[in-house]
């Protein structure tokens, strides 16, 4: 017995010394921020200010309507956040935000420090069990210009309720039942009409969504399948995280498996579909095939605890990285608090390959949020950074 159990032990500290080596060396250099020069403000061309509102609080994603300059933006409440983050095993429903809510800023209208803006109201939509309530995560969006219409899709993890009499189940053991939901609204946005509940067992640890139109897309799963328990603990190491497609009409199935924590993924303007892997900081490009599965046909090494992609109208690629991936704990456990750190990088492909560039950092946490997205307008020059954690997002103009 004893025998065994030695065995059993010793195999576990080989394994995770092996795993160590392949997977989480650069994963803890990157937590740490060994090695690296984390610059001050100052040191880029841009001039930034933080935008504070109760409605924009915890943005952990955005999306740029250029046809309308209305910049889209998934908030939530910073507190509940941690209460309630199914991808990190957190449960509490009964704590979970009760304000999420897309919020829309005119981009072209600013006002004193900010820009107008508008919470977006979901009449009818019901919610889970009739509560009405969104638990927004990542989200996409297309615009179908002969419209004049926008169609959003978006990550909700709802929680799990039993069909028949509505009770809410044990999520320890069944977690979240995360959906995308999509919504439509169009130029000087007030409402978001609800049109379609995407459900399936392969949208299963989502994060965000590439919208390939309004009714297909292509979902990061950051666990794979798993939702609750070992695998899903040990899923980014050891490879579980997937991306699905699904399509209104035919369903869902995964696209490309293998992969460690795969993060806020986008569509290029090159067709291609760009993944970030927040464990190994890489982005692995993805060729669709005629049967929608990806087939990779590079990676890109960024060195950085990477989050979410955004493109801008040239087709660069933005990329919110944690300098220090582990003082985003802290913030995330004391969000009004934190000052962590924050960079911005841009993958530009050019001739001979992808350029990757920092564009922006601030090491002290001055006037950065945690940002988890950054976005790029191309008309202006101005960056947007918001946050899953911090209670503000930022703007930078250029000097
Ligand atoms: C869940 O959150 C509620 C409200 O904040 C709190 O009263 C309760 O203790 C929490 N439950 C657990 C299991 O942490
Ligand atoms: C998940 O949500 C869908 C859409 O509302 C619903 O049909 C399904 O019953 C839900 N499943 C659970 C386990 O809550
Ligand atoms: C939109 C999206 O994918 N957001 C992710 C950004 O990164 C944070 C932190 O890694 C994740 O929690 C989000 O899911």
Redesign the pocket.
């Known amino acids: 017995m004893a025998n065994i159990a030695v065995k059993v032990g010793l195999s576990v500290v080989a394994l995770l010394a092996v795993l160590f080596q392949v997977y989480l060396k650069d994963a803890v250099w990157f937590g740490l921020g060994i090695g690296r020069t984390i610059q001050p403000l100052s040191d880029f061309p841009y001039t930034c200010r933080a935008i504070r509102d109760p409605r924009l609080e915890a943005c952990e994603d955005m999306w740029l309507s250029e046809s309308t300059r209305q910049l889209f933006l998934a908030c939530s409440d910073p507190v509940a956040r941690g209460?309630w983050m199914p991808t990190v095993g957190d449960f509490?429903?009964?704590?979970r935000s009760q304000k999420d809510a897309i919020v829309v800023l005119d981009i072209d209208k600013p006002v004193e420090q900010g820009f107008a803006f508008r919470a977006l109201k979901t009449p009818g939509f019901t919610g889970t069990a009739g509560d009405g309530l969104l638990s927004l995560v990542g989200f996409s969006a297309v615009e179908n210009i002969d419209e004049g219409t926008i169609s959003l899709l978006l990550i909700n993890n709802r929680p799990s309720v039993d069909a028949e009499t509505g009770a809410y189940l044990d999520h320890a053991s069944v977690g979240a039942n995360s959906t995308v939901e999509l919504f439509e609204t169009g130029l000087e946005a007030t409402e978001l009409k609800h049109v379609h509940t995407f459900a399936n067992q392969h949208i299963a640890s989502p994060n965000r969504v590439a919208a390939m139109g309004r009714d297909s897309f292509y979902v990061s799963n950051s666990h794979g399948p798993n939702k609750v328990g070992l695998k899903h603990l040990f899923a980014p190491i050891i490879g579980a995280g997937d991306v699905t497609f699904c399509d209104k009409a035919t369903g869902c199935k995964p696209a490309v498996g293998g992969l460690s924590f795969p993060n806020g993924l986008v569509r290029g303007l090159d067709g291609l579909i760009y993944v970030p892997s927040s464990l190994l900081g890489t982005v692995d490009v993805f060729r669709i095939l005629p049967d929608n599965a990806l087939e990779k046909v590079e990676t890109i090494p960024v060195g950085f605890s990477l989050d979410n992609l955004s493109v801008d109208k040239n087709g660069d690629i933005f990329v919110a990285a944690f300098p220090v991936g582990l003082e985003v704990y802290k913030a995330y456990k004391d969000p009004y608090n934190a000052h962590a750190p924050a960079t911005a990088l841009r993958i530009r492909k050019q001739e001979g390959g992808y350029v990757v560039e920092k564009i922006i950092e601030d090491a002290l946490g001055e006037a950065l949020p945690v940002a988890t997205t950054v976005l790029h307008d191309a008309k202006t020059g101005r960056l947007f950074l918001s946050s899953v954690i911090s209670p503000f997002i930022t703007v930078c103009e250029p000097k």
């Open positions: 209460k509490n429903y009964t704590a």
